[in-house]
């Protein structure tokens, strides 16, 4: 039973355009969420976080959006860059189970130049 | 500050061998929890170490174990190597272990079972 779900696989985006990355999830007990960046062979880079009781967060280029009637969180990167070609996972933590982190099977972003 | 550190980086054994990983957190971090990430199964939770003391445990046999240091490093254990232990062991350590802390990973061990 997956919790969380990146549907897109991957995603090519031309340079300077917008990168919209989604996800879903199906606990209801999720009150935080997080985005990571990943490269072949090394450890999820932190990107970006939202708890339960907002619907946005903003940083820099990366804004993560949270709809939790949907139970769906997207990811936008504006502009997108040559540099963020990664693979992008979203994850989710339960409070009532700790820190524990449930992963999403992640969407690989091509950005073109 | 440095980062998660994880040893060794890469690692080749054979099915029935056991091996042993290490993560040291970073400096201030108490809370440690491994991942496992394999193709098929993705990123999955094997366990969270808090205070020396396993606080959470993900769905794993038994010959998957850990434990964790005064100094809040951790290692992890295998026993019994199978082929489908092959994967990308990560470690991640947050200050507290909170439900709302960012956690930060390590580069990782892979390990390749044959």
């Known amino acids: 039973d997956q919790q969380v779900k990146q549907n897109s696989p991957s995603l090519s985006v031309q340079e300077g355009r917008i990168s919209i990355l989604n996800c879903d999830y199906t606990n209801s007990m999720f009150d935080y969420f997080l985005w990571y960046k990943k490269y072949p062979a090394e450890g999820p880079t932190f990107l970006i976080s939202?708890?339960?009781?907002?619907d946005k967060n903003e940083d820099g280029r990366f804004t993560v959006f949270l709809n939790k009637s949907a139970k769906h969180l997207s990811l936008h990167i504006v502009p997108s860059q040559p540099g963020d070609s990664a693979v992008y996972f979203c994850?989710?933590?339960?409070?009532?189970?700790?820190?524990?982190?449930?992963f999403g099977g992640g969407t690989r972003l091509m950005v073109k130049p | 500050k440095a980062g998660v550190t994880q040893t060794p980086r890469y690692l080749i054994k054979t099915r029935g061998q056991q091996v042993t990983l290490s993560c040291s957190p970073i400096?201030?971090?108490?809370?440690v929890s491994w991942y496992q990430q394999t193709p098929g199964q993705g990123l999955q939770f094997l366990f969270e170490?808090?205070?020396?003391?396993?606080?959470n445990k993900g769905n794993f046999p038994g010959r998957f174990s850990g434990r964790q240091f005064s100094n809040s490093r951790s290692e992890m254990n295998v026993s019994t190597l199978e082929l489908g232990d092959s994967a990308l062991y990560l470690c991640?350590?947050?200050?507290?272990?909170?439900?709302?802390?960012?956690?930060?990973f390590g580069p990782g061990t892979r390990l390749l079972v044959l």
């Open positions: 994850a989710a933590s339960d409070g009532n189970a700790g820190n524990m982190l449930t």
């Open positions: 991640a350590s947050s200050p507290d272990g909170g439900s709302q802390e960012t956690q930060y």
């Open positions: 939202i708890s339960s009781i907002k």
């Open positions: 400096s201030g971090h108490r809370s």
């Open positions: 170490y808090f205070s020396e003391t396993q606080r």
